[in-house]
C-alpha cells in the first residue's frame, strides 16, 4: 500500500484530518487498533470551541452539528452557595461554544469517510512505524490484518493514536520530554436519557467534591461526580449516583432534576500530560498522542482540533506549494496553544475540585483550600476576571503559519 500521509487512529483527531486532507486532494489512509462501532461506544467529550466548529465546517461535516448542537452563550459555576454566570457572549465580544457530543461528531466523520470512498483499515494490530527520521528513506508502517502483514509506505505519519498509542513511545527517549501531574481522584460520569437539570452546564464546588452537570440535547444529559482513585463504577448503583449527585447540586437545581436509568457510567482517572516535541522526523504527534488534559476546562478534544489544523496548514503547503521548510514550525505552534490549555484546565481543577481528603493532609489541605476559594473569588467577583474565565473557556485564535 502506499499514500501520502498515514494517519494512526480514527478517533476524532485521525478522522478530522484525515477528512481534511482529502478535501485537498492529499491522499491519506487510516489504520485503527479497534473496530468504528468501539470507538463510537466511549463517551467522552461534549463541548466545542468555535475553531473546531469551524473546522468541522471546512471539512463539510458539519450538517448535523450545524442542525442538533445548541449554541451556548455561557455557564455557571456554583459554590459557597452562590452562583455566577460567565457570560461567554458578553464576556468575548461575541464568542460562544456549541454542545455537540464527541461521540456524534466522530459519528459523522465517518459517515463521510466511509461515504468518499477514503480507505480506513479497522482492527489492524501490532502496528509499528518505521524510519520516520531518516535523511535517505521515507517513512513506513507496518501492520496485521487478517492474519497478513501488511506495509504501508507514506510521505508522513501523523500519530493520532491517543494516549496509550504506539506513536509516542516511537520517538525515542533521549528526544522527548513528558511532562505530567496526576490528579488524586477521577470522575464518575453517568448519560442518561432524561431532561438536562438546567438549560447551561453547572460546575459546581461543594464539600462532598466537585459536580458537573452537561449534557448532549435536551432529551440526553451527561453528569460527572468527583470520586476517589480507588473508587469503582460497580459501586454506584444509579440510585447512588442521583442521590450525591441532588447534594452536589444548587438546591432549586437539585429539586427540579429528572433521573432515569443510566446508559452509560464510567469513572476516567486525571492527569495532565504533555510530550515535547510534538514532532520527531517525519512523524507528527496530534491531540490524546502528544497532550492529556483533566476534563475541567473542556479542552481535551479542542486542543486535539487546533493541532489537526496547524497540521492541516502544514501538509496544504507542502503539497501545493512544494514548501517542505515549513514542516518544522509545527511543534512550536502548536505546543504555545497546548501548554495555555493545559494551564486553564489545571487551574479550574484545582478551584472547582476537592483536594482536603486525598492530596495533602490537615493544615495545609485547608490552607489550599482557602487559596483556591479565594481565587474562585477574585475571577467571579469583577468582570475583568470573569472575562480572562471567558476567553480561555471559548479557545484562544488558531495560530497561522509564518
Ligand atoms: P483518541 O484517544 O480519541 O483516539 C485515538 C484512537 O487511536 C483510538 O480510536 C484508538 O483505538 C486508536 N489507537 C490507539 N493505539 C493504536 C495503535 N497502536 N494503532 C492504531 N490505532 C490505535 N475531553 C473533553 O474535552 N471533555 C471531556 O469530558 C472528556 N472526557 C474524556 C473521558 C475519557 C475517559 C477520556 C480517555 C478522554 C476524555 N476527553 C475529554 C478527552 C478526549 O475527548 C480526547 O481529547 C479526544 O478523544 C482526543 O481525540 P484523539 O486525539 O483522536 O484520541
Ligand atoms: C461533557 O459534556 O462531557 C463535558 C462538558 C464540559 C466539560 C467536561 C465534560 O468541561
Keep these: 500500500m502506499k499514500t ?20 485537498q486532494g492529499i491522499d491519506n489512509v487510516i489504520i485503527e487498533r479497534v473496530t468504528g462501532e468501539y470507538i463510537l461506544g466511549r463517551i467522552r467529550a461534549g463541548v466545542l470551541e468555535q475553531g473546531m466548529v469551524n473546522l468541522l465546517r471546512e471539512a463539510g461535516v458539519s450538517e448535523r452539528m450545524d442542525k442538533e448542537g445548541e449554541v451556548h452563550d455561557g455557564f455557571e459555576l456554583a459554590f459557597n452557595n452562590k452562583r455566577v454566570r460567565i457570560a461567554l457572549d458578553e464576556l468575548t465580544g461575541g464568542d460562544t ?10 459519528r459523522d466523520l465517518m459517515e463521510a469517510r466511509a461515504k468518499a470512498g477514503y480507505t480506513t483499515v479497522y482492527e489492524a494490530s501490532d502496528v509499528k512505524l518505521h524510519d520516520v527520521k531518516s535523511d535517505t528513506d521515507t517513512p513506513y508502517v507496518t501492520f496485521e490484518k487478517n492474519g497478513e502483514q501488511v506495509r504501508l509506505d507514506c510521505d508522513y505519519i501523523a500519530g493520532c493514536d491517543g494516549f496509550h498509542g504506539v506513536s509516542r513511545k516511537t520517538i525515542p527517549d533521549d528526544v522527548k520530554t513528558e511532562f505530567e501531574r496526576v490528579y488524586p481522584f477521577g470522575w464518575l460520569g453517568l448519560l442518561s436519557d432524561t431532561k438536562p437539570a438546567h438549560d447551561e452546564l453547572i460546575y459546581c464546588k461543594t464539600d462532598r467534591g466537585f459536580a458537573l452537570a452537561s449534557m448532549r440535547s435536551q432529551t440526553r444529559s451527561r453528569y460527572y461526580l468527583q470520586v476517589p482513585l480507588t473508587d469503582k463504577v460497580e459501586n454506584w448503583s444509579d ?20 433521573t432515569g436509568p443510566s446508559i452509560e457510567k464510567s469513572i476516567a482517572p486525571l492527569r495532565s500530560f504533555v510530550c515535547e516535541p510534538m514532532q520527531y522526523g ?39 506549494e512544494n514548501d517542505k521548510d ?27 475540585h476537592d483536594f482536603d481528603d486525598v492530596s495533602v493532609s490537615g493544615a495545609d489541605a485547608i490552607t489550599f483550600d482557602r ?24 479557545g484562544l485564535p488558531y495560530e497561522d503559519l509564518k
Excluded at 14 to 20: H, Y
Excluded at 243 to 251: A, F, I, Q, S
Excluded at 337 to 352: A, D, I, K, L, P
Design 239 to 258: 440510585e447512588a449516583f442521583w442521590e450525591e449527585l441532588k447534594k452536589r447540586l444548587p438546591d432549586d437545581v437539585a429539586s427540579k432534576m429528572q
Design 282 to 320: 517525519n512523524l507528527f504527534l496530534v491531540g490524546d498522542a502528544a497532550h492529556i488534559v483533566p476534563p475541567t476546562g473542556a479542552k481535551g478534544l479542542n486542543l486535539a482540533a487546533s493541532d489537526v489544523a496547524t497540521l492541516y496548514k502544514i501538509m496544504t503547503r507542502v503539497y501545493k
Design 371 to 394: 487559596f483556591m476559594s479565594s481565587e474562585l473569588n477574585f475571577y467571579t467577583d469583577n468582570e475583568e476576571g470573569r472575562k480572562v474565565v471567558a476567553m480561555q473557556y471559548v
Design 4 to 23: 501520502k500521509v498515514a494517519i494512526i487512529g480514527a478517533g476524532p483527531s485521525g478522522l478530522l484530518l484525515g477528512q481534511l486532507l482529502a478535501k
Design 97 to 106: 461554544v456549541m454542545v455537540y457530543g464527541q461521540t456524534e461528531v466522530t
Design 326 to 352: 515549513c514542516i518544522n514550525q509545527y511543534s512550536e505552534i502548536c505546543l504555545r496553544r497546548v501548554w495555555n490549555g493545559e494551564r486553564f484546565s489545571w487551574w479550574m481543577t484545582n478551584m472547582m
